[in-house]
């Protein structure tokens, strides 16, 4: 092995070892939680989300590889893996969860349970 490939399968190795955290915004309302993520280059059959308990994780993958003929000279992201998890609380639906991805932009809305939502009392005269 040269010198150039043994550069190459450490660079490999390295950006596997590396996972990133992706920037995330959570927005709280009476019907439950709405979480925004940044993951660009992850696509939809690279992206898990799973819940087991009270985990939530979000996991994508991106492909770093360039193409044979190309050479990179500077490359901003070493790390093949964007990875997340929340505790979500007892009043969130774990099963109600939706997810939309979007060119890299991960949307997952969390709703309340039904028990946990805010409700009007009507008032009877007597």
């Given at each position: 092995m040269n010198a150039e490939n043994k550069e190459v399968a450490t660079q490999e190795s390295t950006a596997e070892e590396i996972?990133?955290?992706?920037?995330?915004?959570?927005?709280?309302?009476?019907?439950?939680?709405?979480?925004?993520?940044?993951?660009?280059?992850?696509?939809?059959e690279t992206l898990d989300i799973d819940v087991d308990q009270d985990i939530l994780t979000i996991k994508g993958?991106?492909?770093?590889?360039?193409?044979?003929?190309?050479?990179?000279?500077?490359?901003?992201?070493?790390?093949?893996?964007?990875?997340?998890r929340f505790t979500l609380g007892d009043e969130l639906d774990s099963s109600q969860i939706v997810a939309k991805l979007d060119q890299g932009a991960l949307k997952l809305s969390i709703p309340r349970l039904e028990k946990h939502q805010p409700k009007k009392i009507n008032i009877k005269v007597a």
């Open positions: 996972t990133l955290t992706p920037d995330t915004d959570i927005y709280e309302s009476k019907e439950g939680v709405t979480l925004f993520f940044d993951l660009p280059g992850v696509s939809k993958k991106i492909d770093l590889t360039t193409a044979k003929n190309m050479q990179p000279t500077y490359i901003d992201v070493r790390a093949n893996v964007f990875e997340r």
